[in-house]
């Protein structure tokens, strides 16, 4: 079965609402890294974020070893934060990284 | 910065054809990675290296070799292409351990196999 799973698949938000990304992972890992692709682009990474919560501007990661998940806040969205966003986590045993299917994301004027 | 240089871009390739794809990091980076993303999906392991001269299996290797000729160099080679291969082609790499285990990756490579 798939390692790592992102909800929802797509999401279509209002310019000013918020966002709520889910990533779920199936084994124990070690670290868990967050990307933003826009459509054709290449993938930037958007947080590492082995563990606890950190916040960048409008971007909030929040992630719990224990409970196998990592969560990805937007506030207050912008018609240029659409685009896809992917989880991936990191097995610190082997470095072998697994990647969800993505998620996403529209932000309408 | 770090950074991850791909070669092509683009590439139209006939099936049955070789088709080269390399990549080049200036990182200093010890694992290198060729994933590839079908439309609409997520990133696929095709290959991946720890060390020069030395390469592994990734989840979908058939149909691809690799090679790592110097730690900045990793290369994806496609000996007899063919149409289920295309698909856009993703150099990533990263460093070993805790906040390097970062991925930086390329800018991606078209590949039209007609």
């Known amino acids: 079965g798939q390692q790592v799973q992102q909800s929802p698949t797509s999401l279509v938000l209002q310019e000013g609402e918020n966002a709520e990304l889910q990533c779920n992972f199936s084994?124990?890992?070690?670290?868990m890294q967050w990307f933003y692709q826009r459509p054709g682009g290449s993938l930037v990474s958007v947080f590492y974020n082995p563990s606890g919560t950190k916040q960048s501007g409008r971007l909030t990661s929040t992630t719990v070893i224990k409970e196998r998940r990592s969560s990805l806040h937007i506030s207050s969205s912008q018609i240029t934060d659409s685009g896809t966003y992917l989880c991936?986590?990191?097995?610190?045993?082997?470095?072998?990284?697994?990647f969800g299917d993505g998620t996403q994301l529209v932000v309408k004027p | 910065e770090a950074a991850v240089t791909q070669s092509p871009r683009s590439k139209v390739a006939v099936t049955g054809g070789k088709v080269t794809l390399s990549c080049h990091q200036t990182n200093n980076h010890d694992y290198m990675y060729w994933y590839r993303q079908d439309t609409g999906h997520g990133l696929r392991l095709i290959h991946y290296?720890?060390?020069?001269?030395?390469?592994e299996k990734g989840d979908i290797p058939d149909g691809y070799k690799a090679s790592r000729p110097s730690q900045e160099n990793f290369s994806l080679i496609l000996e007899l292409a063919s149409l289920s291969q295309t698909a856009v082609y993703f150099c990533?790499?990263?460093?070993?351990?805790?906040?390097?285990?970062?991925?930086?990756f390329g800018a991606g490579t078209r590949l039209s196999v007609l």
């Open positions: 991936a986590m990191v097995q610190n045993s082997n470095n072998r990284i697994f």
């Open positions: 290296s720890y060390v020069a001269d030395s390469t």
């Open positions: 084994t124990s890992l070690n670290s």
């Open positions: 990533a790499s990263s460093g070993l351990g805790g906040s390097q285990n970062t991925l930086y």
